[in-house]
């Protein structure tokens, strides 16, 4: 076998390298004598004419007997694996299938009937099936439902809403793959049209409510990038609503625990003096700049925009108080 | 003496040119059929298959731009996309190691297993076509020509495939070895 030898670029060149570990090994003699023998035994029934070929009730004899064992084997495979087994051994069923269902349906009663201890991975496994349908979706140019899309949102959420209920390395390690996989994801299609923005900040803030740093991930993501107006800057008022507009459909997160740097991504329902460092005090009342699109009046609060109109209506309350002093 | 020669000799049903072709090709095929189908009798099982097909039909191959060893990639394409839909099997994500796998692949070096497991790994997150091109590719060592007209795509089409492959594989792996070194950092303190 020649040595297909080409250029990649410098980046790759250590996954390169790995990948060429898929390379190595030789059968052993033995094992090429015994597939060589069933190649001959092979070619020489195909060879064969027709008539010297098992009689056609042999060949139903044989098809019930495989049919039978593929049966035996598939319920043994149930038993043994769950129905995770078959869950997971069938990537091409997709949103859209009629057997979508029944495949969805098997991986809650797979979950329903683990034990306690080994949900959390179970979970994490369905999950990355999840991934892997909506990769396929996008990569056949389907759509993706919004169900997949909630259904992930959902999940993350969760996680970071109980972090204390999952193993943080394992799925630390899990949701770290996970989010390099989704942020490919995107790259590879840019302008794709499904946002994967909502799932991104989901399992980005499942990562950080586990202590994880998803600027160590180094995942080139605008929408991770913390800003440094929100940690840093406690006159800035308009941090609050900059944050809060990072995520299309907000999904309420628990209430955040203090961490010596914040992402303010992260955290959308967060009043603006939590983006406030440590030790900082909040501006007084009286100091919160006016929003020049929206001023407040300080003598007609309920005319915020047109003071004169205000004026308007005193003088007009003014003089119908006089007629009625007349009358 | 050339493949050629060898090819011409086995067309003409020459049992030695056929072993010749056969030990030549053999590993590669059983590699492929291995990462494709993530256990190794299945692997066997369709690697006699391949090699059954090009006994009864080399007589028929012509090289008409199409290379042998991408003539025997098609076939071996053709069984796989066979196997699973005849035996109802979907395509496995996770490759099975078993004692004969891990001795048919695996140099002494621990190094070099743990590297292997790991890029197995990895791989689970490549969608299908994704993990034929790299499997082609690395496995079975084809070049993006060769690849191309086993599937039946155009070149670009399998650079592109490959690039986005990679791409991934390397952002997998990177993250990985990143967790990991931060794991043996926290045992040491």
Do not use: C
């Not at chain 1, 790759?12 to 898929?22: G, V």
């Not at chain 2, 391949?50 to 008409?64: G, M, R």
Request: net charge negative; hydrophobic share 35%; glycine share 4%.
């Amino acid at each position: 076998m020649k040595n297909a030898n080409q250029t990649y670029p410098r980046d790759l060149e250590n996954t390169i390298a790995q990948l060429e570990l898929l390379r190595y090994g030789t059968l052993s003699p033995e094992a090429r004598q015994r597939i060589w023998g069933k190649a001959m035994d092979r070619a020489a029934a195909v060879s064969q004419p027709r008539a010297q070929r098992a009689p056609l009730l042999r060949s139903i004899f044989n098809f019930k007997a495989f049919t039978l064992q593929s049966f035996a084997a598939v319920i043994a495979f149930v038993l043994v694996f769950g129905a995770a087994g078959i869950s997971l051994a069938t990537p091409s069923i997709l949103p859209g299938s009629t057997l979508y269902p029944a495949k969805r349906s098997l991986e809650s009663t797979w979950l329903a009937l683990a034990p306690e201890a080994q949900k959390p991975e179970i979970q994490l496994r369905i999950l990355d099936q999840r991934i892997r349908e909506m990769d396929q979706l996008l990569e056949a140019q389907r759509p993706v439902p919004e169900e997949l899309i909630q259904d992930l949102e959902t999940f993350y959420t969760s996680v970071a809403q109980t972090p204390e209920t999952w193993d943080e390395p394992e799925t630390l390690q899990h949701l770290a793959q996970q989010l390099t996989v989704l942020q490919s994801l995107e790259d590879e299609r840019p302008g794709i049209e499904v946002s994967l923005t909502g799932i991104f900040l989901a399992s980005a803030a499942a990562y950080d409510s586990l202590g994880g740093d998803v600027a160590a991930l180094h995942l080139d993501n605008a929408f991770l990038t913390p800003t440094p107006t929100a940690t840093s800057t406690p006159t800035s008022t308009p941090t609050a609503t900059a944050t809060a507009t990072l995520i299309p459909t907000p999904t309420p997160l628990p209430t955040p625990t203090p961490r010596p740097a914040p992402t303010a991504v992260f955290l959308p329902t967060l009043p603006p003096s939590s983006f406030l460092p440590e030790g900082a005090t909040p501006l007084p009342e009286s100091e919160v700049p006016v929003d020049p699109e929206h001023p407040v009046h300080p003598e007609h609060p309920e005319h915020p925009e047109h003071p004169e109109q205000a004026q308007n209506d005193k003088e007009k309350d003014d003089k119908d108080k006089d007629k009625d002093k007349d009358k | 003496m050339s493949e050629q020669f060898i090819l011409e000799k086995a067309r003409q049903g020459e049992r030695e040119a056929l072993g010749r072709l056969y030990e030549h090709y053999v590993d590669a095929v059983y590699r492929y059929m291995f990462y494709r189908t993530g256990h190794h009798e299945t692997a066997e099982d369709l690697t006699a298959e391949v090699f059954a097909s090009v006994i009864t039909s080399i007589k028929s191959y012509e090289d008409l731009g199409v290379p042998f060893e991408a003539w025997l990639f098609r076939i071996a394409h053709a069984r796989l996309v066979d196997h699973w839909r005849k035996s109802k099997h979907r395509e496995q994500q996770e490759v099975e190691l078993s004692q004969e796998a891990e001795e048919f692949f695996i140099s002494d070096a621990p190094e070099d297993q743990f590297r292997h497991e790991e890029v197995l790994r990895a791989m689970e997150y490549l969608t299908s076509t994704e993990r034929e091109v790299v499997v082609l590719r690395f496995a079975a060592g084809l070049d993006n020509q060769e690849i191309a007209q086993t599937l039946q795509r155009s070149s670009n089409a399998v650079k592109s495939m490959l690039h986005r492959a990679l791409e991934k594989l390397r952002r997998v792996l990177a993250h990985r070895s990143a967790f990991d070194k931060s794991e043996a950092g926290n045992e040491k303190r």
